[in-house]
């Protein structure tokens, strides 16, 4: 599995050659070639709003899962009506500006409104738009700036709306199995942001392999960490952020309390703040009593045991 940024034929191909195996996701232009598929039955849920079905490929070498779901739909038909708001409302201040005289230049208006639909690609496959100079009135040049929207498009962003393709090239699996495959991908590209995000781990460019390996386990045992208290919050009714868990925890502090003794010699204890209440509550919903002391008691040279600075 990996990300459809760098699937290409190539890639592909390369990984056949060499008896790889591979979950991909696909480009959404690809998604044309099953548009009967779209339409027809075979569905099945997946999970609660995932509906998938298998396709076979025209040469047989690959199966195709399509998968639709149901909250991607509802989000890319927002997005897509935001979208063509924008460039009608862009395409009247442009019509405007011609109908009244000030943009006169047939090129210009053509730049305009290549840059109104280059701003919001996503919906400007919804328009046909034609400027035409009208006839000089009195003079003056005028153009016209018309438009209309293609129903063929909003027929397909209707259909294609919340789908996507995924292909493979493994055999005896179900749509399902392929599918939960392929999310696996969606759970490492979340590692990553932990890492990058929430770890603020960065990479480092290590000149020795040892290095390199340290720094990957590091990265790795603090990943575990994050996922182990995650789940113990989730187990504890406290969600899933750890983030604020650690933050409230930060302000726990470790203090360094030296006390007099009759034998004229020191001991140095190293005890921990008490929590305040919204943490303490936290930590008792987790099972935690942090510790009062850290470390051993030390003791310390008698006071009067500095050396003689005289001369």
């Not at 696909?26 to 079905?53: D, N, Y």
């Not at 070498?61 to 038909?77: C, G, I, P, Y």
């Not at 759970?187 to 040892?210: C, G, M, N, W």
Request: hydrophobic content about 40%; aromatic content about 8%; some cysteine.
């Amino acid at each position: 599995m990996f990300d459809r940024g760098v699937v290409s034929e190539k890639n592909l191909a390369y990984l056949r050659e060499h008896d790889g195996l591979y979950v991909v996701g696909t480009p959404r232009s690809q998604l044309r070639r099953f548009e009967q598929e779209l339409l027809g039955q075979g569905w099945s849920e997946v999970v609660p709003g995932v509906e998938v079905k298998l396709v076979a490929s025209p040469d047989g070498v690959e199966t195709f899962v399509l998968a639709k779901s149901a909250d991607r739909a509802a989000k890319e038909q927002a997005m897509h009506e935001r979208f063509v708001k924008r460039i009608e409302e862009g395409l009247e201040k442009i019509a405007a500006s011609a109908s009244s005289g000030r943009l006169k230049d047939a090129e210009q208006a053509g730049r305009r409104i290549g840059r109104l639909l280059g701003a919001n690609s996503r919906g400007a496959g919804c328009f046909d738009v034609a400027v035409t100079k009208l006839e000089p009135a009195q003079g003056k040049v005028k153009l016209e700036v018309t438009w209309t929207k293609r129903d063929e498009w909003r027929e397909w962003s209707r259909l294609s709306d919340g789908c996507y393709l995924l292909r493979s090239n493994l055999t005896g699996y179900s749509a399902a199995e392929l599918w939960k495959m392929y999310m696996q991908l969606m759970d490492a590209e979340a590692a990553f942001r932990t890492h990058k995000s929430e770890l603020v781990l960065r990479p480092i460019y290590h000149q020795k392999e040892q290095r390199v390996d340290a720094h990957i386990l590091v990265c790795f045992l603090a990943y575990v960490l994050w996922k182990t208290l995650e789940r113990w919050m989730v187990g504890s009714g406290l969600g899933a952020g750890p983030r604020p868990l650690l933050d409230a925890i930060g302000r726990l502090k470790s203090l360094d309390v030296i006390l007099a003794t009759d034998s004229g010699r020191q001991v140095q204890l190293r005890c921990v703040s008490r929590p305040e209440e919204d943490l303490a509550v936290l930590l008792y919903r987790l099972g935690i009593a942090p510790p009062s002391r850290l470390l051993p008691p030390r003791w310390l040279p008698p006071v009067n045991s500095q050396p003689d600075q005289s001369v």
